[in-house]
């Protein structure tokens, strides 16, 4: 995908929330909580692994105002962080973005394993 047809490279100026010198904020789309979050390097690359130092300290500077903000918007009772990183992994815009994704007691009728439902085969770990 070029930088031409990237969803992210051509994001209307209503959309961003915040803008940095190298990353921006806006709310997910297709958010799967209230606030759904995604923090995006300005630059088109599409590994977290590519990022700079710059972009990778501007990320998580980011990734902290938007906690901030969604707390005092939302009041999530937690969050889930998660970056999918290449298509073996479930990415499907090939440009880098971390999810920041909300909480909320009861949203789901068991939480426990988070991220770890991403193989729901080896999700439950714990005995009952």
């Known amino acids: 995908m070029s930088e031409v047809s990237c969803p992210f490279c051509a994001l209307p100026a209503e959309r961003i929330l915040i803008f940095a010198d190298e990353a921006l904020m806006i709310r997910d789309a297709f958010p799967v909580s209230p606030g759904h979050t995604l923090v995006i390097p300005r630059r088109h690359i599409g590994s977290f692994f590519e990022l700079s ?27 889930n962080i998660g970056i999918n990183d290449g298509a073996a992994a479930g990415q499907t815009v090939p440009h880098l973005h971390l999810h920041l994704i909300p909480r909320y007691l009861g949203d789901v009728p068991d939480p426990r394993g988070g991220v770890r439902w991403v193989m729901p085969g080896k999700a439950k770990y714990w005995v009952e």
């Open 53 to 79: 130092d710059a972009e990778r300290t501007c990320m998580f500077e980011l990734l902290a105002q938007a906690k901030a903000e969604l707390d005092l918007s939302f009041q999530p009772d937690g969050f």
